[in-house]
């Protein structure tokens, strides 16, 4: 690898002026997973690798009444390992359970799987059903962006020099409501989404018709893919197969993918029909269970 | 660039080390604290070679930096037999059940396993197979791998009783 310097702020402030030093080569580091097999490939440069797991802003992770409050570097592991967490957002566990391996999820963040901002990001889709607002800080203050505008094409984001990501908040999970993210891929792990799709549904008092819903998907667009069409068109509906099929349709509409080694276009059309049924019917059941 | 002085507990004992920012916990483990045990397969993250438990946590040592482990305790393969040379069960039973045909990827494996065993000390195949789906084996074809793991698991549950 090549050379560079590696700092371990311990506040907030003192990370947003290492990122602002430099001239805009400073790099985040969370669980490294990406970032140091980049850098090592050549693909990712830094002459200052600035560590993010000593400020404590970006490690939090707590329930409120709010929601959920995810520190840009906490861990896959501890989500998986935070019962409460869990039970709040399973669909976050989907995610959080499947990247790589039990010895990556040790060290990859949700905020990394953001920020690296691959279309096949698994936890992405996840966080925009949920609605999730990410905080940036940098030298300018901080301010507010929705997790469906973070990023803006394979391996770009938002962030401008010298900025990085806080957190990202969650709004309470409202009754009535669950969310699903499952993928295809040809091994059961330790391989990349060929798609993905998340769902989030709420359901009214009687359980039998949608009130809301937000799916959004993995690996068939330049990006994460909010289908806003594809859950807005569920609101009112009845619950049942013939008001899944129509959103699932409506899904593949948006779905813009490429033919690569992983899937071609026809194929991963295809699986985006499939992946929001199922990722719905899931949702639908977590909403009635809860 | 400068080297910076790094000070951690490995299997127990307290080090003092010298690395630069850019090398990886494994080359330090390998090449400055000459702890070969721990083996590079795939340098990405991919094959579980490479695996120690830093601060309880298994991970990928090729994905992590040397200058990481900075107050942390790390564990090795090293560390499992005991000060006597007494082998540890895994390690036992890897050797009486053939769970080893080369080698390179057995201290992964065993101490992947040794962290899944102190998370669930008494897993179904099933879990075995999910649980070591981070490692990955030429050789053997797993079979043998998974039978030593749930022979292990099942002397450490006894040696508790
Ligand atoms: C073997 C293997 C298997 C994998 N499998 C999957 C998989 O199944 N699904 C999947 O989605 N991904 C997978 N990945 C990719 C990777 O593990 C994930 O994207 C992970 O979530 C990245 O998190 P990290 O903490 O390791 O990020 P890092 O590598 O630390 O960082 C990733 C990028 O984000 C930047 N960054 C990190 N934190 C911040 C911050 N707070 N502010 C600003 N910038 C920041 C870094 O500078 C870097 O550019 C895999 C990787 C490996 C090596
Ligand atoms: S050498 Fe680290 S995972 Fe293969
Ligand atoms: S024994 Fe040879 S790779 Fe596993």
Known sequence: MIDFDYAVPTSLSEAVSLMGSNGGSARMLAGGTDLLIMMRAGRRLAKLVVDAKSVPELNELSLTDSGLNLGAATSCKRIWDDEPVVQAYPALNDSASIIGSVQIQGRASVGGNLCNAAPSADCTPTLIVHSGVCTIAGPNGTRQVPVEEFCTGPGTNVLQPGELLVNIKLPSAPTNSGAHYLRFTPRNEMDIAVAGSAAFVQLDESKQNFASARISLAAVAPTPLFAKAAGDLLVGKPVNEESIQQAAEAAKAVAKPITDMRGTVDQRIHLVGVLTARALRKAVERAREA | ?161
């Open chain 2, 1 to 161: 660039m400068a080297k910076v002085i790094v000070n951690a507990v490995v299997n127990g004992e307290p080090v003092e080390f010298f690395c630069e920012p850019r090398q990886s916990l494994l080359e330090v483990i390998r090449d400055v604290l000459l702890l070969t045990g721990t083996k590079e397969g795939c340098n990405d993250g991919n094959c579980g070679a490479c695996n120690v438990i830093l601060d309880g946590v298994l991970v990928d040592s090729c994905c992590v930096l040397g200058v990481e482990a900075q107050g942390k305790t790390v564990e090795t393969i090293e560390g499992l037999a005991g000060t006597d040379g007494d082998l540890h069960p895994l390690q036992r039973t890897f050797l009486d059940l053939t769970g080893l045909q080369c080698g390179i990827c057995t201290p992964g494996f065993i101490v992947s396993a040794k962290a899944l065993l102190e998370s669930n000390p008494n897993p179904s195949e099933h879990e075995i197979r999910l649980g070591l789906s981070g490692n990955l084996c030429r050789c053997t074809g797993y079979d043998k791998i998974v039978l030593a793991v749930q022979e292990a698991g099942k002397m450490l549950t006894e040696a508790k009783r």
